[in-house]
């Protein structure tokens, strides 16, 4: 079974800030990865999808890569505002996808 | 398009009634998923549908979970009898297949958040 870790399991920093956003994955026999967003007592919303063929993936201030041989994918975002503050969740999978336990972003102003 | 939409919000029942959460995927999507969310176990996947049929039940914890998908526009979760340890926050998204048919981006309702006294 698919094992997904995210690093740190939270994180507050200054706006304006660049930050990284980890996520680790057991099998590297994946097929899809995405970063979502959800924000208290909402549902998941979509930030990037990257497909296996794809090593990375950008959308505005956001920058997501990853590196199959290495089992590992980042979320960059950059110039952090305090509406960036959420929980942020990354999934691999294939139809299938598992999900990590997320990394919950503080941006204070 | 208004996006997966999910009823009820919010469900309150008492442990040993039987609960029915409802779905209905975005128009033209093939796949729909059911996930619940926990804090203990975060965010598990139960099952899967492509065109209407179940492919993965394998997250269905037990055998008083039942999910049916009648038609492309509506698909049932059930829990029957429902205990304490049912209460969570239940999703349902869609995706297309995307060009490889490994999935393009999963669209999720905004969940039905149970609580089992």
């Known amino acids: 079974k698919q094992e997904v870790t995210q690093i740190p399991a939270a994180l507050s920093v200054p706006e304006g800030e660049n930050l990284v956003l980890n996520c680790s994955f057991t099998d590297s026999a994946i097929y899809n990865l995405q970063w979502f967003r959800q924000d208290p007592g909402k549902g998941l919303t979509s930030l990037l999808l990257?497909?296996?063929?794809?090593r990375e993936q950008t959308s505005g201030r956001l920058n997501a890569s990853l590196d199959k041989s290495s089992g590992r994918s980042t979320l960059y975002i950059a110039a952090s505002q305090p509406g960036d503050s959420a929980t942020y969740l990354c999934?691999?999978?294939?139809?299938?996808?598992?999900f990590g336990s997320g990394t919950k972003l503080n941006v204070k102003p | 398009d208004a996006g997966v939409i999910q009823s009820p919000r919010h469900e309150v029942t008492e442990m040993g009634q039987e609960v029915t959460l409802r779905c209905k995927p975005i128009?033209?999507?093939?796949?729909l998923f059911w996930y619940r969310q926990t804090m203990m176990r975060g965010l598990e996947l139960l099952i899967y549908?492509?065109?209407?049929?179940?492919?993965?039940d394998s997250g269905m914890p037990e055998d008083r979970f039942s999910a049916k998908m009648p038609n492309a526009s509506f698909s049932t979760l059930k829990i029957q009898p429902s205990e304490p340890r049912d209460s969570a926050v239940y999703f349902c998204a869609s995706s297309t297949p995307g060009l490889a048919g490994g999935g393009e981006t999963q669209y999720f309702g905004p969940g039905t958040r149970l609580l089992v006294l």
């Open positions: 999934a691999v999978g294939f139809n299938k996808f598992y």
């Open positions: 990257i497909q296996s063929s794809q």
């Open positions: 549908f492509n065109n209407n049929v179940p492919i993965d």
């Open positions: 128009s033209g999507h093939d796949y």
